[in-house]
């Protein structure tokens, strides 16, 4: 048995921090799976409640040096978006605040490195430069220090280490030139100071830090958009008299009046009234849909024209709106597959780095030119700046929150980093026909039978719950016959029904079940082939062991299959349509949405062994399907995207939620995967290309040519850029596709 849980992490600078923190919980018994998200600042734990408790697992990540808490299990999505709006507003305050009091002490620390334009004394100048310098350090870089001793701690390095290193060792040669500047000049030195680049570097840093922080904000824009469409309050009938109640209060049960131009305060059931609602927030659909008694609507869609009496069906976490912003909520908290590269790097590039300033100190202070410590001493504090690793941390995570974020707005709800990889890499799409490329509500078009032996073929059917069935039943029900219980009921998958009713043997199904049965229907065969050939299902009755007749059965091609299936295959995807229909009824169906494959007359249990086969080709497989009798086939496929109702979504069944009911979610769920997996590439290669190119010239190899050499602020400078620059590539995502 397994359980999972998310826990709130406060302290992470850097790929480097989250990937020690998921290795601790990894290591810890009873832990299966850990994933840690830098950009979000949470840990998703999947454990073994016997071994280990959520509690125990807060202290592991409290034990590395971090910060942790779990969130109320009680909470709203609202809440816990409140909660960390609060937080991240705490912490944009406070880096404001230390970036403006280090960037006053670094313009007042540029005036006073120039003693003589002042007319000061030089050892005046360096002890008010070491009090300008004290608050920065102490204060407003405090942070970095802290973190990167607790860091030192538990045997560990990450970004806070190098800028600790960096800064502090400038800070100690000063600090010494500053206090011992008549024995360094006794000793015929002459006494510089570095206040100057520990300042900036610190203010710089912490520049990047606020652009992250604010940039990071602007990522879960597509969560704090769904929130705001539920309304604040309800009007709720009660005894006769209606009241303004705060949503949060409305109960199942309660009776809610809409007035048109309102939203709907909750999932529910019309009492009474007609209107138009518009769900395009759900679904994407930009038509209103017709709302009257017995219709369920769902919370936070807008009332058009008409006034509603809802019945409150569900309220607070197990509403649609609910359900989906906690799903995007987890999928932007995952890692896709493509991190574990960035998490491998991290996980030994701060130790190397820290290797190659020394190797760099060593190597100026050996061969450079006088004063060749000072020389030393500049060029491994810049390549222990220049080399955080903060644009690498930030490369995956950021798109894969903003991609599914954009999702979430088109209506595609991507379950996570993972599924989203997986979706980029698709080159086969197998689409259900029933309910996918069709409508899923077929309905008796002609009916070649005598009324009683379609009352015996409708009266077999109603133990079933095939959408056929559910036609036959109601085109007996149109003629006014009236319908018994069947006495026994088998169903045969992927060939029909049968059963005793009224003590008569009745068959109801295609040719391979009459055929199963040793029933002679040579003189249908024609007819039925003639049906199947303009798109209609044909279906056979037996009674008693004689052919009884056929009926004609149709379900209408959605309007927008079509446009779906010519998006997909412009990017150059197969389609391939996979139904347990009768191969002339799909294969009309395929021609009329442009699927030239078509794999026909498989019942629901072989569908798994199909998408087996094509992958045991070498192909990706997504599957779309409506997520009940395709759950094996969706399980089986790379990618199992679920056609969802509105009302009913298949959240659970397959990676990808379509949560309007056509195909056209499907090429928008594939077209922003694959523009996120092309932006975290883009993400990576400039991440590493930064660090490739950046420290050795932090190093100076450069120099002997005649290049140039960096200074520790320009160094981070040039880090704060790199990590800003990644973020704003990841959100181009929200816009398109």
Known sequence: MSETCSISVSGMTCAACSSRIQRSLEQTPGVKDASVNLMTGTATVAFDPTAVTPNGLVDVIRDTGYGAELPSPDATP????????????????????????????????????????????????????????????????????????????????????????????????????????????????????????????????????????????????????????????????????????????????????????????????????????????????????????????????????????????????????????????????????????????????????????????????????????????????????????CAMGLAVPTAVMVATGRGAELGVLIKGGDALQRTAEVDTVVLDKTGTVTQGRPSVQHIELDDEALRLAASLERFSEHPIAEAIIDAARARGLSLNDPDTFEAIPGKGVVGRVGGRQVLVGNRGLMSYRAIDTTRFEQQAAELAANGATPVLVAVDGRPAGLLSIADPVKPTSAAAVEGLRRMSLDVIMLTGDDERTAKSVARLVGIDHVIAEVPPDRKLEEVKRLQQDGRVVAMVGDGLNDAPALAQADVGIAIGTGTDVAMETGSVTLIRGDLLGVPDAITVARRAMRIIRQNLFWAFIYNVIGIPIAAGVLYPFGGPLLTPALAAAAMAVSSVSVISNSLRLRKGP
Not at 243 to 253: A, K, L, N, T
Not at 270 to 285: A, Q
Not at 304 to 324: F, H, K, Q, S
Request: glycine fraction near 8%; charge should be neutral.
């Open 78 to 389: 609202e809440e816990l978006l409140e909660a960390q709006d609060a937080e991240r507003n705490a912490e944009l305050t406070d880096l404001r605040r230390k970036l403006l009091v280090s960037v006053v002490a670094g313009v007042a620390s540029v005036v006073l490195s120039m003693p003589g334009m002042l007319g000061i004394d030089p050892s005046t100048a360096r002890w008010a430069l070491l009090l300008l310098t004290l608050p920065v350090v102490l204060w407003a870089g405090r942070h970095f220090y802290s973190r990167a001793w607790a860091a030192f701690r538990h045997h560990a390095a990450d970004m806070n280490t190098l800028i600790a290193l960096g800064t502090g060792a400038a800070f100690g040669f000063s600090a010494f030139m500053t206090v011992a500047d008549d024995w360094v000049a006794a000793h015929g030195l002459e006494p510089h100071v570095y206040y100057e680049p520990v300042v900036w570097i610190i203010a710089l840093v912490l520049l990047g830090n606020l652009l992250e922080a604010r940039a990071k904000g602007r990522t879960s824009g597509a969560i704090r958009r769904l929130i705001g469409l539920r309304p604040a309050t309800a009007r709720v009938v009660h005894e006769g008299v209606e009241s303004d109640v705060p949503v949060d209060r409305v109960r199942v049960g309660d009776l809610l009046i809409v007035r048109p131009g309102e939203r709907i305060p909750t999932d529910g059931e019309v009492i009474d009234g007609r209107s138009f609602v518009d769900e395009s927030m759900l679904t994407g659909e930009p038509e209103p849909v017709v709302k009257e008694a017995g219709a369920a609507v769902v919370g936070a869609t807008l009332n058009r024209n008409g006034a509603l009496r809802v019945r409150a069906t569900r309220v607070g976490r197990d509403t649609v709106l609910a359900r989906i912003i906690s799903l995007v909520r987890a999928a932007q908290g995952s890692k896709a597959p493509i991190q574990r590269l960035a998490d491998r790097v991290s996980a030994v590039f701060v130790p190397i780095v820290i290797s190659i300033a020394i190797a760099t100190f060593v190597v100026w202070y050996d061969f450079g030119p006088e004063p060749a410590y000072l020389r030393a001493l500049v060029s491994a504090v810049t390549v222990l700046i220049i080399a955080c690793p």
